[in-house]
Nanobody, 120 residues
Framework: QVQLVESGGGLVQPGGSLRLSCAASGRAVNSYAMGWFRQAPGKEREFVAAIAGITNYADSVKGRFTISRDNAKNSAYLQMNSLNPEDTGVYYC????????????????WGQGTQVTVSS
């Protein structure tokens, strides 16, 4: 019912910034919680940020990343500042009906992921 497509990933130097976008189609997601997760090689997928009525961030990104949404565009965004090598991974956009969550299993729809590499 809902398709999600991420964009905006790439290679950046430590201390740099990237803005990831998540475009939703098939259904309006204004009433859905939107989340961002990431997965580094050999690691489990981990929570990064979510937005519903309020925003929620993993401690590792708090103060550096900002999640937002534009209901008119049916999209969500993740502004990432002060990036460090530990932020490297595939970033996934996800959507959940009715409420937010911090585990991958709580989300109903997923994008294909976009690679973020932080390296000098």
């Amino acid at each position: 019912q809902v398709q999600l497509v991420e964009s905006g990933g790439g290679l950046v130097q430590p201390g740099g910034s990237l803005r990831l976008s998540c475009a939703a189609s098939g259904r309006a997601v204004n009433s859905y919680a939107m989340g961002w997760f990431r997965q580094a090689p050999g690691k489990e997928r981990e929570f990064v940020a979510a937005i519903a009525g309020i925003t929620n961030y993993a401690d590792s990104v708090k103060g550096r990343f900002t999640i937002s949404r534009d209901n008119a565009k049916n999209s969500a965004y993740l502004q990432m500042n002060s990036l460090n090598p530990e932020d490297t991974g595939v970033y996934y956009c996800a959507a959940r009906r009715f409420s937010s969550g911090v585990t991958p299993g709580e989300y109903d729809y997923w994008g294909q992921g976009t690679q973020v590499t932080v390296s000098s």
